[in-house]
């Protein structure tokens, strides 16, 4: 494939990415404020914050590609917030609604964490360093993220006491085995570094 064509593939990336954490810097504040927890909600709230850098190193990758800074309609994530925002009203403040919360929340991260691995692994092979070193950052943060929010729901899980050490993998739809953290990341995809 040429690199002229790797390249408008990357930009689609991008844009798309870009418009997608814009709508998270939108959705967070008011995961934050719905969260019964205290604990979810810093880390909500950290994340927010992580977010809107997020937002800040996809403008670098604008410029350093040089492509106009400008967003695409990220339908994907549209969707994950709606999701998300239905599982806040569907359900009463308390454990229940905090786990919806991280359930929607992990599967923002892992939607991240795929899209940040695929445009790195574009800009790997156009041989673009300073963007490669850019999406690598805010993927690890983006794993990082993921890596608290199940931490959280485990403490969620400890406090209500009801669930037994093997139920909570299927509680999370993980298919890790024992009593292992229920996160994705042996799902994540993990393009050459
Ligand atoms: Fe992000
Ligand atoms: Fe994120």
């Given at each position: 494939m040429n690199q002229e064509t790797l390249k408008e593939l990357l930009v689609d990336q991008i844009r798309d990415l870009y418009d997608a954490e814009k709508q998270l810097v939108k959705a967070l504040p008011k995961l934050a404020k719905a969260a019964d927890s205290e604990e979810l909600g810093n880390a909500l709230r950290t994340h927010l914050a992580e977010t809107q850098n997020h937002v800040a190193r996809l403008e670098k990758v604008f410029k350093s590609i040089g492509a106009p800074v400008k967003g695409k309609p990220c339908k994907g994530m549209q969707g994950l917030v709606e999701e998300g925002g239905e599982a806040v009203q569907e359900k009463e403040e308390g454990p229940a609604r905090d786990l919806a919360i991280v359930a929607g929340g992990q599967k923002v991260e892992h939607y991240e964490m795929s899209a940040y691995g695929t445009a790195r692994a574009l800009a790997e092979q156009l041989g673009l360093n300073e963007v490669v070193e850019l999406l690598q950052e805010t993927e690890d943060e983006e794993e990082n993220a993921d890596a608290t929010l199940t931490q959280v729901a485990m403490k969620l899980f400890d406090s209500s006491g009801e669930t037994e050490e093997g139920e909570r993998a299927v509680a999370m739809g993980?298919?890790?085995?024992?009593?292992?953290?229920?996160?994705n990341r042996s799902h994540a995809r993990k393009p050459a570094r």
């Amino acid at each position: 494939m040429n690199q002229e064509t790797l390249k408008e593939l990357l930009v689609d990336q991008i844009r798309d990415l870009y418009d997608a954490e814009k709508q998270l810097v939108k959705a967070l504040p008011k995961l934050a404020k719905a969260a019964d927890s205290e604990e979810l909600g810093n880390a909500l709230r950290t994340h927010l914050a992580e977010t809107q850098n997020h937002v800040a190193r996809l403008e670098k990758v604008f410029k350093s590609i040089g492509a106009p800074v400008k967003g695409k309609p990220c339908k994907g994530m549209q969707g994950l917030v709606e999701e998300g925002g239905e599982a806040v009203q569907e359900k009463e403040e308390g454990p229940a609604r905090d786990l919806a919360i991280v359930a929607g929340g992990q599967k923002v991260e892992h939607y991240e964490m795929s899209a940040y691995g695929t445009a790195r692994a574009l800009a790997e092979q156009l041989g673009l360093n300073e963007v490669v070193e850019l999406l690598q950052e805010t993927e690890d943060e983006e794993e990082n993220a993921d890596a608290t929010l199940t931490q959280v729901a485990m403490k969620l899980f400890d406090s209500s006491g009801e669930t037994e050490e093997g139920e909570r993998a299927v509680a999370m739809g993980s298919s890790s085995s024992g009593g292992s953290a229920p996160s994705n990341r042996s799902h994540a995809r993990k393009p050459a570094r």
